[in-house]
């Protein structure tokens, strides 16, 4: 409508006999004629004066025009601080116009060139954040952008992963919180590959084999959900965090080069540490000492003799864990177990638990040291290490005085 009214004055202009037309053509090349100023920002005003009789007429019909041309000359935006309450979902990439159009589909925003505006004249509006958000209907624009940039109004459907949690046990506390059957990660999970693991992550150096477990790749953490977010969605979700993790701290290019071992070797050490430590600062020194059981000849034989390993099984099998002073002599020695470190070499088939980022980060870069074992010697959880079997005598008489290990072993 604005180009035919441009279009309809030319045409009055040429009626004149041209001697306006040079003034015309100066206006759309932005400069005015004779040198004079203003002259554009006059017939500006005429034009819109004009647009009113031509659009509307009188009485109602004037009101809608000059309302529809006002607009173009200026922003349409509310008055006030809005009323009610709307939901706007704020996606992943969206800009400032896709902001924009989703404020003005849910009625916040009189227009989206508005919010636009408002978040081009506030450099904060760079750091509006993914999710779901409450605001109200009617609102200024700004009012809108600053609402957004509140972190109360966030509405936050989120789930925290706690550090060490096994899989099972995951699948079970986002069937809680999102009512989805357990039974639909489990199926989801059978194909780690589908869920975006690379199929890299699986091989390893050390000769074993086993199944292709999720374990270990879904990092702890806390996800906000999406609506309606499905079993495989979700567990895609853990699994892009945990190679976002990995990928920022180069884990697999650090431990091919400086470990010598696939990142599947070490994504199974980071587990065990994350299983075998009550406190972070102890990961790393546990990584050492699982390191030099498998992969040195500084202990009798390259077997890790750990309780976790035995505890994850019986938990897989549906079975409660049990304290190391309770576990029988034939449920350490297990032949039927895959996950025995009892008597047999080497790393457990898969990991035991997920672990977080002091674990990897720990099993990415152990200190040096000789230790060849480590135990809790009170129930503060403080570990103890040592190289000999003096060392382990010693640490054993530290758990017995301090009431962490009773019975024979203490006589």
Known sequence: MIDDLDLGFDEQERGEKGRHRRGFVNRRNGTSGGGKSGGGHLKTIFALFMALVLLGGIGGGAFYGFDRIRNHFITPDFDGPGTGEALVDVKQGDSATAIGNSLYDAGVV????????????NARSKNIQVGRYKVKKEMRATDALALLLDPKSRVVNGITIPEGMITLAIYDLLAKETKIPVAEFKAAAKDPVKLGVPEFWFNRKDGKKGPRSLEGFLYPATYELPPKAT?????????????????????VDTVQA??????????????????ESVNHVDMPKVARVIYNRVYTDRYHCKCLEIDSAINYWLRLQGKNPKDSDILKQSELNDPKNPYRTHGADGLTITPISNPGEDALKGAMSPPNGTWVYFMTVDKKGTMGYGTTDADFRDLQRQMCTNGVLSGENCR
Not at 110 to 121: G, H, I, N, R
Not at 231 to 251: C, H, N, R, W, Y
Not at 258 to 275: F, K, M, V, W
């Open 258 to 275: 400086d470990r010598g071992i696939s990142p599947y070797e070490a994504l199974i050490t980071a587990s065990i540490a994350q299983a």
């Open 110 to 121: 009189k227009s989206t060139k508005a919010f636009v505006e408002a978040a081009d004249e």
């Open 231 to 251: 079993a495989p969605q979700i567990l895609s979700m853990m699994v892009d965090k945990f190679l976002d993790v990995t990928g920022e701290m180069k884990f």
